[in-house]
């Protein structure tokens, strides 16, 4: 079947560093897509990888791994407006968009 | 950027009524629309996947008789909750697709059924 693990939540201090992980095992891969999603409302863009290596962008960077299954993305200077969920998803084969259940973010002052 | 849009924002309707909330991408056209479900706390469930013109592809334990959807256009498409009941209340949330395989989400639909 297939699969995307990431972990159910993670606590951060404003203003450090964090990085959230997401492995994946799915038929085929197209890319991979990070969102982010706050409380009651819905998911926004945050980056794409198919392509092996880091993608910058300003605070947040996200890291592929096609040999590995495995991603990441990191957010810098953490800010309270942070605190959210980040979604990890992955285009296969078939192009479906297979979600993780997402990283539920706690940034503490 | 791709702009999705969604009305109502949020409903309340009775139990056994039916609501039907639109989906509609602004700037682009949607070769495809997906439907979400999100209860609290938890994370987006795909209820089905609509192309221009064909019949949705549900997800299993959806049920096609009850979450009825129209992509009518490739602009436009609408799900209809028919005999809500308490259980179906949640966050409804579309997103579609245009060239890239991105999904441009709309705001989404907050349903309360009393």
Same mark, same amino acid.
């Given at each position: 079947?297939?699969?995307?693990?990431?972990?159910? &939540?993670?606590?951060?201090? &404003?203003?450090?560093?964090?990085?959230?992980?997401?492995?994946?095992?799915?038929?085929?891969?197209?890319?991979?897509?990070?969102?982010?999603?706050?409380?009651?409302?819905?998911?926004?863009?945050?980056?794409?990888?198919?392509?092996?290596?880091?993608?910058?962008?300003?605070?947040?960077?996200?890291?592929?791994?096609?040999?590995?299954?495995?991603?990441?993305?990191?957010?810098? &200077?953490?800010?309270?407006?942070?605190?959210?969920?980040?979604?990890?998803?992955?285009?296969?084969?078939?192009?479906?968009?297979?979600?993780?259940?997402?990283?539920?973010?706690?940034?503490?002052? | #950027?791709?702009?999705?849009?969604? %009305?109502?924002?949020?409903?309340? +309707?009775?139990?056994?009524?039916?609501?039907?909330?639109? +989906?509609? =991408?602004?700037?682009?056209?949607?070769?495809?629309?997906?439907?979400?479900?999100?209860?609290?706390?938890?994370?987006?469930?795909?209820?089905? !996947?609509?192309?221009? #013109?064909?019949?949705?592809?549900?997800?299993? #334990?959806?049920?096609?008789?009850?979450?009825?959807?129209? %992509?009518? =256009?490739? !602009?436009?498409? !609408?799900?209809?909750?028919? =005999?809500? %009941?308490?259980?179906?209340?949640?966050?409804?949330?579309?997103?579609?697709?245009?060239?890239?395989?991105?999904?441009?989400? #709309?705001?989404?639909?907050?349903? !309360?059924?009393?």
């Amino acid at each position: 079947g297939q699969n995307i693990d990431q972990p159910t &939540e993670m606590t951060a201090t &404003e203003g450090a560093i964090v990085q959230i992980n997401c492995t994946y095992q799915t038929s085929g891969f197209n890319g991979l897509f990070w969102y982010q999603q706050h409380a009651g409302e819905a998911p926004t863009f945050l980056s794409y990888n198919v392509l092996d290596g880091l993608e910058e962008k300003g605070r947040f960077s996200s890291f592929l791994s096609r040999s590995k299954g495995y991603s990441y993305l990191l957010l810098k &200077e953490l800010q309270m407006k942070d605190s959210a969920s980040y979604l990890c998803a992955v285009v296969d084969s078939n192009y479906q968009l297979i979600w993780g259940a997402g990283t539920k973010l706690i940034i503490k002052p | #950027g791709a702009v999705v849009s969604q %009305h109502p924002s949020r409903v309340i +309707c009775k139990s056994g009524t039916s609501v039907k909330i639109e +989906c509609r =991408s602004l700037d682009f056209q949607a070769t495809t629309m997906f439907w979400y479900r999100q209860f609290p706390k938890q994370s987006l469930m795909l209820m089905a !996947t609509s192309n221009e #013109g064909s019949k949705a592809t549900y997800e299993q #334990g959806v049920e096609k008789d009850k979450f009825l959807i129209n %992509h009518a =256009s490739l !602009t436009l498409s !609408t799900l209809t909750v028919t =005999s809500a %009941h308490p259980e179906d209340s949640s966050f409804y949330i579309c997103s579609a697709t245009g060239r890239a395989y991105e999904q441009y989400f #709309g705001p989404g639909t907050r349903l !309360t059924v009393t």
